[in-house]
């Protein structure tokens, strides 16, 4: 099929007049200008036609919104259902399925009193994680937020390891001891979900470097893995931000920022919180391309990820993408999310990206209602499984408190013998010998 990718408009930084430009000739990259705005909370998504700039604060190229659904409808109708085959069409309908079960019932578990602390739920954002995720490779690696539960899942890591580390038992992919906002697998190249906005944004650049050091340095050349790195639209004024946009364009490396702009950073607007809330023009101040998609739309995500992971993969550099998006749910299972408009939160309902998926492709006669009926079905059996196992899991021994934490043998934690104090059973009533 042809790219879906000319459809999609990424903004590249522009040349310097002494200098050529930094990136290959690619029609899918070239620059647009357009009077495109920010289409924020009070607007409707749309393909902006291109007219000349009335804003002096429009003066650079400007992206538009990918629409590649839109685009190819206007050429064929036949055309759409090559955007992905019935396999595809159905490995994403089931990983968004999955994704948004696991969180309806990581809200029953939390108001029972099974999780415990922040619980931060990602309903209304599959669209973003299932259409980067699913198209990477195990080798690739992945760090994510505090809302991190969906992104583990999209990698692969089981639902009962997740669930049992909400119910911090045992049987957890961090034994335990991470809960909701710290969930990490090493089989899975998930290298964490972190609690403080930004945290996670310098190790996915370490993580680039490790694969770019490994082929460039190490000689290792079938070594061509990619980093995705998720973040909230609040975390676009921190500092770790920038300085890691600018190293990574700096050494060219094989990552992408996926910013998931769901126009709030708990309580605040997005709108009233920056100078510019368009967020993916910080991209080419840095030298790299930035690109605003429709997060509500895994077919745009997927289309606009697949050209910047490819890039990655190939050594051009990194890509900053901006998806729009949106949260079902107030910021964590204790917000009571009264501060949003509710004729906002009802307009991005309607946009559900799993109902929109749904419609697409039965529309398009990739899947019947009762082959989709019969993933939901599976994803419920699966989300219960998940659950009765987390409630059947050991809690964590005592000895394992202070695993992890002292690397000295013969530090606090561990002893001469090689053994944890913590074993002692004098330990707790704090008259081991230290």
């Given at each position: 099929m042809s790219s879906a990718l000319s459809a999609i408009k990424i903004l590249q930084p522009l040349p310097l007049p002494t200098t050529t430009t930094r990136f290959p000739e690619n029609p899918v990259l070239e620059p647009l200008k357009s009077n495109s705005s920010f289409l924020g909370s009070t607007h409707k998504l749309r393909f902006n036609s291109l007219k000349p700039s009335s804003s002096s604060q429009r003066r650079s190229a400007v992206v538009a919104v990918s629409d590649v659904v839109k685009e190819k409808k206007l050429k064929s109708n036949s055309s759409l259902a090559n955007l992905i085959t019935k396999e595809e069409g159905l490995e994403l309908y089931e990983d968004m399925v999955l994704g948004r079960a696991f969180e309806d019932m990581c809200a029953q578990m939390y108001y029972r009193g099974k999780m415990f602390g922040f619980v931060h739920l990602y309903n209304g954002q599959e669209a973003v994680s299932t259409g980067f995720i699913k198209l990477l490779k195990k080798e690739d690696s992945v760090c994510s937020t505090y809302r991190d539960h969906v992104h583990a899942l999209s990698k692969g890591v089981p639902a009962r390891s997740v669930m049992s580390e909400l119910f911090g038992k045992a049987t957890g992919c961090c034994r335990g001891q991470g809960g909701s906002m710290h969930m990490f697998s090493k089989d899975h190249n998930l290298l964490g979900g972190f609690a403080f906005i930004g945290e996670g944004i310098p190790v996915a650049t370490g993580a680039a470097f490790t694969s770019?050091?490994?082929?460039?340095?190490?000689?290792?050349?079938?070594?061509?893995?990619?980093?995705?790195?998720?973040?909230?639209?609040?975390?676009?004024?921190?500092?770790?931000?920038?300085?890691?946009?600018?190293?990574?364009?700096?050494?060219?490396?094989?990552?992408?920022?996926?910013?998931?702009?769901?126009?709030?950073?708990?309580?605040?607007s997005h709108l009233r919180a920056t100078s510019d809330p368009e967020i993916w023009k910080k991209g080419p101040a840095f030298g790299m391309p930035g690109v605003h998609v429709d997060g509500m739309d895994v077919l745009k995500v997927r289309e606009v990820a697949k050209e910047a992971i490819t890039r990655a993969r190939r050594g051009e550099g990194p890509t900053l993408?901006?998806?729009?998006?949106?949260?079902?749910?107030?910021?964590?299972?204790?917000?009571?999310?009264?501060?949003?408009?509710?004729?906002?939160?009802?307009?991005?309902?309607?946009?559900?990206?799993?109902?929109?998926?749904?419609?697409?492709?039965?529309?398009?006669?990739?899947?019947?209602?009762?082959?989709?009926?019969?993933?939901?079905?599976?994803?419920?059996?699966?989300?219960?499984?998940?659950?009765?196992?987390?409630?059947?899991?050991?809690?964590?021994?005592?000895?394992?408190?202070?695993?992890?934490v002292f690397a000295d043998p013969k530090g606090f934690g561990i002893g001469p013998d090689g053994k944890y104090r913590c074993e002692d059973p004098k330990f707790t009533e704090g008259t081991a010998q230290v």
């Open positions: 770019k050091y490994k082929r460039e340095v190490l000689k290792q050349a079938d070594c061509d893995h990619v980093t995705l790195a998720f973040f909230g639209d609040g975390t676009c004024n921190n500092g770790q931000f920038f300085e890691c946009l600018n190293m990574a364009a700096l050494w060219k490396l094989p990552i992408v920022f996926v910013v998931e702009n769901n126009l709030w950073a708990i309580g605040m993408v901006e998806c729009e998006t949106y949260r079902f749910r107030g910021h964590s299972l204790a917000d009571p999310d009264e501060l949003r408009d509710p004729a906002e939160k009802a307009r991005y309902a309607a946009r559900d990206p799993i109902m929109a998926l749904k419609k697409y492709m039965t529309a398009n006669n990739l899947a019947s209602e009762a082959e989709l009926k019969a993933i939901d079905k599976k994803i419920d059996e699966l989300i219960e499984d998940a659950v009765e196992f987390a409630d059947a899991s050991p809690l964590p021994p005592r000895s394992q408190l202070l695993e992890n």
